[in-house]
């Protein structure tokens, strides 16, 4: 599990006027010193800890997510965000990838551990923890990526016990 870095800063713009205005995300510069160490490799920061509940395995997540690679955004759940807010993307924790309902990289699916829903965590995700060897579009062989996550919600049945029946 992994623990609370303790220090949320604040990164939407102000909604009030004569508020003072607040960094946004994509612009939050965060020290690599100042990330905590997670599981496998991962190093995260959580921007915002949320108060809701916690993923456990076989649970399905549904995030807000931006890949990033040397600085760039490659990939983001917010696309088109507008009105609509873009798609939210929803996984099954603990699947491996390639697996149905799994997370796209394992960096993504041990990233939401720890978090609370409406938390916001920057994450950085070491090459085994993405696309490994492999080149991806852009991104290089053996390429550390950087993940924002906002946890959306935690989707759970209990028809059969089973979290996989429930779909977005």
């Known amino acids: 599990m992994l623990a609370v870095a303790g220090h949320a800063k604040a990164y939407k713009s102000s909604p009030l006027p004569g508020q003072p205005k607040k960094q946004s995300l994509a612009r939050?510069?965060?020290?690599?010193?100042?990330?905590?160490?997670?599981?496998?490799?991962?190093?995260?920061?959580?921007?915002?800890?949320?108060?809701?509940?916690?993923?456990?395995?076989?649970?399905?997540?549904?995030?807000?997510y931006s890949l990033k690679w040397k600085g760039i955004t490659i990939i983001t759940s917010r696309q088109g965000?507008?009105?609509?807010?873009?798609?939210?993307?929803?996984?099954?924790?603990?699947?491996?990838?390639?697996d149905p309902g799994a997370a796209f990289i394992k960096g993504l699916d041990l990233a939401v551990e720890g978090m609370q829903v409406g938390g916001v965590r920057?994450?950085?995700?070491?090459?085994?923890?993405?696309?490994?060897?492999?080149?991806?579009?852009?991104?290089?062989?053996?390429s550390e990526v950087m993940l924002d996550?906002?946890?959306?919600?935690?989707?759970?049945?209990?028809?059969?016990?089973?979290?996989?029946?429930?779909?977005?």
């Open 81 to 98: 965000a507008g009105v609509t807010g873009g798609n939210p993307y929803g996984f099954d924790v603990g699947e491996q990838p390639g």
């Open 149 to 168: 996550i906002e946890l959306l919600s935690i989707k759970t049945s209990d028809v059969l016990g089973l979290n996989r029946s429930v779909r977005l």
């Open 28 to 64: 939050l510069k965060i020290p690599r010193d100042e990330y905590t160490p997670g599981p496998k490799g991962l190093l995260y920061y959580d921007i915002e800890t949320g108060g809701g509940g916690s993923p456990k395995k076989g649970q399905r997540v549904v995030v807000h």
């Open 122 to 142: 920057r994450v950085i995700v070491p090459p085994e923890l993405a696309y490994g060897k492999r080149q991806v579009g852009e991104i290089e062989p053996n």
